[in-house]
Each structure stands twice: as structure tokens, then as C-alpha cells.
């Protein structure tokens, strides 16, 4: 199974996600080979889950609360991503767990609440370029991968996401995607993940069409997740083909 996951960010406003979906359906095959998910922001998963859901692409939230409802300001809860059509959610970003504090605590949580409403969890792991330097990469991917051991088993994506390649162009080498891959399936297997549920782990950071062809031979690569280049939806709709 391959993937292609869009990461709107906080970008787009109604006009041009609808403009956007138009197009992208234009430009991919009816039915398209590879499972093409959009994380829209919150604001534009009613409109964009209208559009493509009846095509079979997936719509993800871009996060969602491990509580069902209550006092939590500014956050959504699962059930209202489900309320407006989303399929799936992401997990664990980079930028949540740089800029909002997001803990492995909080989303072992995240992922038991996404699966009680049937969503599809895309968790994303990554290390810094710091952690990268000290040597400490799959340190870090075993620990980020250790909730897995709270959660149990359950239908998952996974993406990598060096942080050092997410919005800065410098792609990671095909020797430190091969490993990093390779690590994160080990461990997938040895968390018992992978038993009865296919997970596909995703690459991400700074994925283009130039970029793509020759991450998606990397063994274990199984798709992108894509910020910068999903806003384009040519360049997104020629993604999608290369993973088809
Ligand atoms: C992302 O936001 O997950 C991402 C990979 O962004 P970019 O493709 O812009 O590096």
C-alpha cells in the first residue's frame, strides 16, 4: 500500500480548498492507486471532506483531543473530526510537539481516543537536527514509538519526519531514510503493530515531485507526508501518481 498525505498546515482559506479539491480531482485518476489522504485545517474539514470523501481519498484532522468533549478551549475532540467527515487524524507532528507541548504521554492517549471513533491514526516521529548530531536518531524513534507499548495494536500509519527536513528544502540522505525506515519497522514489529494491521511508514520533509521517485525506492518507504508542495495542487495530483 502506498500513501500520499497532504499537510495543509495552517494555509488556505474556503475558496482556495475548494479550488484546490477541484483541481486535484481533475488531475488524479478516478481511481487512484495510492490511499491520498488531505489534513486541511479545522476550519475546512467540512468543505474538503464533502468534496473528496465521495472520491475515496481520506480527510485527516491535524489534531484532535483525547477527551470526547468538555472545558478545553480551542481544542477538538475526535468525535466532532468524525462529526465533519474526517477519517483520520495527525498525530504527533513535529510542530505540536515543538510549539504546543505535545507529550508521548498525551498522545498514547490521542491514539486509544482515535481508534473508540474509528479514526485512522498518522503519527509522526522524527528527531531534531541536534539529536541527529549527538547520534541519538534511533534513541529517539524508539522512544517516540515506545507508546505503542500503552496503546496496543490498532490501525496506524506512521510517518518520518526528520525535523531538520520539514520546511527547509534539505531532503534526508537515502542511507538515513533506509535506516531510519528499517528502525521503525523493527520496532513496529517488536511492539507487535504489525500482527494484524498493515502500517505503512511515510517519509516527510521537503518530499517533491523531483524528490519522490527515488524516496519510494527506498525499502520500508511506503509514501510521503507532504507540507510545502501538497499546497500546489499539481504538484500534489503529480505525487500522487508517482506513488500509484
Ligand atoms: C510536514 O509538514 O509534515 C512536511 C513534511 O512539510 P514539508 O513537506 O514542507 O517539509
Given at each position: 500500500m502506498r500513501c500520499v498525505v497532504a499537510n495543509w498546515k495552517m494555509n488556505l482559506r474556503s475558496e482556495e480548498a475548494h479550488?484546490?479539491?477541484?483541481?486535484?480531482?481533475?488531475?488524479?485518476?478516478?481511481?487512484?492507486?495510492?490511499?491520498?489522504?488531505?489534513?486541511?485545517?479545522?476550519?475546512?474539514?467540512?468543505?474538503?471532506?464533502?468534496?473528496?470523501?465521495?472520491?475515496?481519498l481520506h480527510v485527516f484532522g491535524q489534531n484532535g483531543h483525547a477527551e470526547d468533549k468538555g472545558a478545553f478551549t480551542g481544542e477538538i475532540?475526535?468525535?466532532?473530526?468524525?462529526?465533519?467527515?474526517?477519517?483520520?487524524?495527525?498525530?504527533?507532528?513535529?510542530?505540536?510537539?515543538?510549539?504546543?507541548?505535545?507529550?508521548?504521554?498525551?498522545l498514547a492517549k490521542k491514539i486509544k481516543a482515535a481508534w473508540q471513533w474509528d479514526l485512522l491514526p498518522l503519527l509522526c516521529i522524527g528527531e531534531t537536527l541536534?539529536?541527529?548530531?549527538?547520534?541519538?536518531?534511533?534513541?529517539?524513534?524508539?522512544?517516540?514509538?515506545?507508546?505503542?507499548?500503552?496503546?496496543?495494536?490498532?490501525?496506524?500509519?506512521?510517518?518520518?519526519?526528520p525535523v531538520w527536513a520539514i520546511g527547509t528544502g534539505r531532503r534526508a540522505e537515502a542511507p538515513q531514510v533506509l535506516e531510519a525506515h528499517g528502525f521503525i519497522r523493527a520496532e513496529l514489529i517488536r511492539h507487535g503493530a504489525c500482527a494484524d494491521y498493515e502500517v505503512p511508514i511515510l517519509y516527510g520533509g521537503s518530499v517533491t515531485p523531483e524528490s519522490f521517485p527515488e524516496l519510494l525506492n527506498i525499502p520500508e518507504v511506503a509514501g510521503g507526508l507532504v507540507g510545502g508542495a501538497s499546497l500546489d495542487p499539481h504538484k500534489f495530483a503529480a505525487l500522487v501518481k508517482q506513488a500509484g
Open positions: 479550488a484546490f479539491c477541484e483541481d486535484l480531482l481533475l488531475h488524479i485518476a478516478p481511481e487512484p492507486q495510492a490511499e491520498v489522504g488531505i489534513a486541511p485545517p479545522f476550519t475546512l474539514l467540512s468543505l474538503v471532506s464533502g468534496l473528496v470523501r465521495p472520491k475515496g475532540s475526535m468525535p466532532q473530526l468524525r462529526d465533519v467527515g474526517c477519517s483520520g487524524v495527525l498525530l504527533g507532528h513535529s510542530e505540536r510537539r515543538q510549539f504546543f507541548g505535545e507529550t508521548d504521554a498525551a541536534a539529536q541527529r548530531d549527538a547520534g541519538e536518531t534511533l534513541a529517539v524513534l524508539g522512544q517516540q514509538l515506545s507508546i505503542l507499548s500503552q496503546t496496543g495494536p490498532g490501525p496506524l500509519w506512521v510517518a518520518y519526519e
